[in-house]
């Protein structure tokens, strides 16, 4: 239960810089939002990397490129779900952007991102 909480933690983070950077971008520097959201998503992902390799998951003994390289997998997995979902929002569904990066970043968190750091990205190799 608390490596949940400090992956959540984690995860509230990184949504943070994800918001900020997202509407830094399209508020300040005009930004399309598509882009912005996806800016966004990228700087949140480097952060909830290094929080969760050195606070939340760091009983693994993989070397950061091991671990690197399973984030990797893992977030291009969340990219694709993060733009899916801000493209139907925002383009189809005309959505304000900030709701639509809300709704997609609970559901997508909920439904993938801890089972998957937790069980490949930062699994504990240990013997």
Do not use: H
């Not at 300040?28 to 949140?44: E, F, K, P, Q, R």
């Amino acid at each position: 239960m608390k490596q949940f909480l400090k992956a959540n933690t984690a995860s509230l983070i990184a949504t943070g810089v994800d918001y900020l950077v997202t509407i830094l971008l399209k508020e300040m520097a005009g930004t399309d939002a598509l882009l912005a959201g996806i800016t966004g998503t990228v700087s949140g992902g480097i952060t909830n990397f290094l929080i969760c390799r050195l606070w939340v998951f760091k009983e693994g003994n993989l070397t950061l490129l091991q671990q690197g390289r399973r984030y990797l997998v893992f977030w291009i997995g969340y990219l694709l779900l993060n733009m899916s979902s801000l493209y139907v929002l925002i383009q189809i569904a005309g959505c304000n952007y900030i709701l639509a990066k809300i709704v997609a970043s609970l559901a997508i968190a909920a439904a993938y991102t801890y089972p998957v750091q937790k069980w490949f990205v930062f699994k504990n190799n240990k013997g």
